[in-house]
Every structure is written in structure tokens, then in C-alpha cells.
Antibody, heavy 120, light 108 residues
């Protein structure tokens, strides 16, 4: 069955860096577009970033542009989110989510999430 | 950016009753609209895409309707496991993909 497992979250000081990972299994990873979506504590869902199946096309939310870098390694069935210049408002659970619809961007599978806390 | 709104913020329903949740887009999204269910401490789960197509394994008591700017999620007879927060999301015009603020369905 499809599995997405995020890791790498934790407590970091403002201005610090963190690298999140998402390990995928149960499907042909290299065929699928992928996304990161986050949820601040007690708040709603916010899309963060998108990456095409090859990794050649990447989009970011304005709130993270220039600070976050989304990448993938199709040989390792893994996604990475390098987060630099972290701010208190980046505190959230970060989910990786699969686009199960060949480019329509329907988020059909989600990981369990990893919590990032930015605090001094 | 397309802004999504949802109403009501909280819906209090008794088991067995019908629940009707609304979602509105600030401009037309055609039928490029999804609904998600999120229970406490869990990841969101896809319920509906294309405004009205149930995802795999979603019970028939969940139905979606609408197009353009106004959408509805209906739960025909609420079960205990349906008490959760429901989000709508547009994927018509992106980036960014945008979500509504959610409707919490709780016990009356």
C-alpha cells in the first residue's frame, strides 16, 4: 500500500535551518508529482511547495520562496525540503502529499506529518 | 490568488442527521475542487475530487456538488466516525493551491 513517511522535524531557533525528508513506498515514485503542505498548531492547511515527477519544475508559496528548497531523489524514492532562515511563523506540522491524478494536483495520499517548532 | 471560504465554521449535528457544508471560491474554479476530512492528530484524507467524485473507499453517504464558485459537501446520515474538520481546496488556478479555513462538525 502507499506509504509516505516524513522525518527531520524538531526544535530550531529563529534563523536556523532544518532538512525534512519524505520516504515513499508502495507506488512508482518517479511517476508522481509531489507536494509539501503545512499546518500551524490549531490552524488550517497551507500549501508550501510542488515538484514535478522529474524534479525539473518546482513551485513555492510566497511565504517560503527564497528560503525553502524542494528536491527529490527518484533513485531513493525520497523528497527533501531544505528550510533556511526559519521564522516563528514556520512552526507547523509538515506533510508530504502525492498528486494521484497525473498533474491535476489532487492530493490523494498524505504522510503522517513531522512537527517543526521554531522558537528561541 | 483564489481565496476559499467555508461556512459554517462549526456545525453541531446529532448522529443520523444530515450535514451540509458550504465552500465558496473568490473566482470560478470550474469543478477543480476537493474536499478533505481531518480527524484530531491525523493527516487529512481525500474525500471528494472534481467537486463530486468520491475517492477510493469513501462511503456513499458523502456527496459533493457545485461548480464555478459555490460548492457543497453533504453527509447524508452522520456516523460517529464522521465528526471531524472538513476542508475544501481548489486546484484550478495555481500556484498557490488554496484551502478553505475548515468546518468543524461536532456533536450536538
Amino acid at each position: 500500500q502507499v506509504q509516505l513517511v516524513e522525518s527531520g522535524g524538531g526544535l530550531v531557533k529563529p534563523g536556523g535551518s532544518l532538512r525534512l525528508s519524505c520516504a515513499a513506498s508502495g507506488f512508482t515514485f518517479s511517476d508522481y508529482y509531489m507536494n509539501w503542505i503545512r499546518q500551524a498548531p490549531g490552524k488550517g492547511l497551507e500549501w508550501v511547495s510542488y515538484i514535478s515527477s522529474s524534479g525539473n519544475t518546482i513551485w513555492y508559496a510566497d511565504s517560503v520562496k527564497g528560503r525553502f528548497t524542494f528536491s527529490r531523489d527518484n533513485t531513493k524514492n525520497s523528497l527533501y525540503l531544505q528550510m533556511n532562515g526559519l521564522r516563528a511563523e514556520d512552526t507547523a506540522v509538515y506533510y508530504c502529499a502525492r498528486d494521484g491524478s497525473s498533474g491535476l494536483n489532487i492530493f490523494d495520499q498524505w504522510g503522517q506529518g513531522t512537527l517543526v517548532t521554531v522558537s528561541s | 490568488e483564489i481565496v476559499m471560504t467555508q461556512s459554517p465554521a462549526t456545525l453541531s449535528v446529532s448522529p443520523g442527521e444530515r450535514a451540509t457544508l458550504s465552500c465558496r471560491a473568490s473566482q470560478s474554479v470550474s469543478t477543480n475542487l476537493a474536499w478533505f476530512q481531518q480527524k484530531a492528530g491525523q493527516a487529512p484524507r481525500l474525500l471528494i475530487s472534481g467537486a463530486s467524485t468520491r475517492a477510493t473507499g469513501i462511503p456513499a453517504r458523502f456527496s459533493g456538488s457545485g461548480s464555478g464558485t459555490d460548492f457543497t459537501l453533504t453527509i447524508s446520515s452522520l456516523q460517529s466516525e464522521d465528526f471531524a474538520v472538513y476542508y475544501c481546496q481548489q486546484y484550478d488556478n495555481w500556484p498557490p493551491f488554496t484551502f478553505g479555513p475548515g468546518t468543524k462538525v461536532d456533536f450536538k
